[in-house]
Nanobody
């Protein structure tokens, strides 16, 4: 299983970005996907996750109402739409492939390489 995250970039505060996480899987069904991020000088933190079917998700409080996770299993891709971005959202964003809507890193078996999001004030 390989994951490829992309879509990061530089955006002004209040702007939007959409990240994508493409999952390459030889066999097996889609699994839950989570997004984590690691800001400058910070530990990696959970942001949001979506189940394999795409009908359940949850978010950390700091992004609720601003970020939306979704998926298209026909394209093997999970999306993270980020609106009303703030400078504190600046981080490398990683997607992980796992079994449930876990918020801990060890609950994800495979990871993408990360994509950098920079929000200027």
């Amino acid at each position: 299983v390989q994951l490829q995250a992309y879509g990061g970039g530089l955006v002004q505060a209040g702007g939007s970005l959409r990240l994508s996480c493409e999952v390459f899987r030889d066999v097996g069904s889609p699994k839950a996907v989570g997004w984590f991020r690691q800001g400058p000088g910070k530990d990696r933190e959970f942001v949001t996750a979506i189940n394999w079917k795409g009908d359940r998700s949850y978010y950390i409080d700091s992004v609720k109402g601003r970020f939306t996770i979704s998926r298209d299993n026909r394209r093997n891709t999970v999306y993270l739409l980020m609106d009303s971005l703030k400078p504190e959202d600046t981080a490398v964003y990683y997607c992980g492939d796992g079994y449930g809507l876990g918020y801990r890193e060890y609950e994800y078996d495979y990871w993408g390489q990360g994509t950098l999001v920079t929000v200027s004030s």
